[in-house]
């Protein structure tokens, strides 16, 4: 599947937020978006015009994929699917994407960003109930067991990562050993607790592929 591979934190600059693509780095002052710059292909001095309703609906899908790191078709593949399942649309498809298991591996703190943890399932570094699962795309489920492979215990991106569980520990709906490196999707987050995201309008995507 074709996937972005040009400068991510254009992508930051052209949400104008910062979207935690390189995890350590969006954190420092080296962030484009701590240093304000502008959009790409923008003159600073210019004037914003103003956005009709499908800009600013596009604009929330845009960040939401881009954050989860997801091209277009799969994403909207998702969203199919979050609108088949009963329940609000919008809150559905935040389910969905959290329980992705490169983001779990993420939200794990196994990877400092959505795009390394990729990497590491794409390595086959994880296991789910002690098996070999080397799709990022796979859904956990409550109660599955994600763990690193001894292969991947010794990697120091990794022990690196590992480090930010420390500082600010991670989301209530997971827990962690960090010592052997093995986590447990506790249940699927509502949308409430995805607090890190609490900025991203839904209904604006909902009402967007509704159109």
């Known amino acids: 599947m074709a996937r972005y591979t ?3 934190c254009r992508l930051c600059r052209a949400e104008q937020k910062k979207l935690m693509l390189k ?3 969006c954190r420092s002052d080296k962030c484009p978006i701590n240093k304000k710059r502008p959009a790409p292909g923008k003159d ?3 004037r914003p015009g103003k956005r009709s309703d499908y800009g600013i609906q596009l604009r929330e899908k845009q960040k939401l994929k881009r954050i989860y790191g997801m ?3 799969q994403f909207s593949l998702f969203f199919e699917r ?3 399942m009963s329940g609000i649309t919008g809150e559905n498809l935040f389910v969905l994407l959290e329980r992705r298991l490169d983001n779990v591996v993420y939200r794990l703190r196994f990877a400092v960003s959505r795009s390394q943890a990729r990497q590491i399932v794409l390595h086959g570094h994880v296991t789910v109930n002690g098996k070999r699962v080397n799709v990022p795309s796979y859904l956990v489920r409550a109660d599955d067991v994600v763990e690193i492979r001894e292969s991947g215990k010794g ?4 022990k690196d990562a590992l480090k930010e569980y420390g500082r600010s520990g991670i989301m209530p709906w997971l827990s962690l050993d960090p010592d052997t490196m093995k986590g447990k999707f506790l249940a699927a987050p509502r949308r409430s607790d995805i ?3 609490a900025d991203i309008k839904e209904q604006m995507i909902v009402e967007l592929y509704s159109k």
């Not at 990697?155 to 990794?158: A, E, K, Q, R, T």
Request: charged share 25%; aromatic share 0%; net charge positive.
């Open 82 to 84: 979050a609108l088949r």
């Open 6 to 8: 040009g400068p991510v």
């Open 155 to 158: 990697l120091v991106v990794i």
């Open 71 to 73: 091209q277009e078709k």
């Open 195 to 197: 607090t890190d995201l």
């Open 23 to 25: 995890g350590g780095r």
């Open 44 to 46: 600073p001095k210019a």
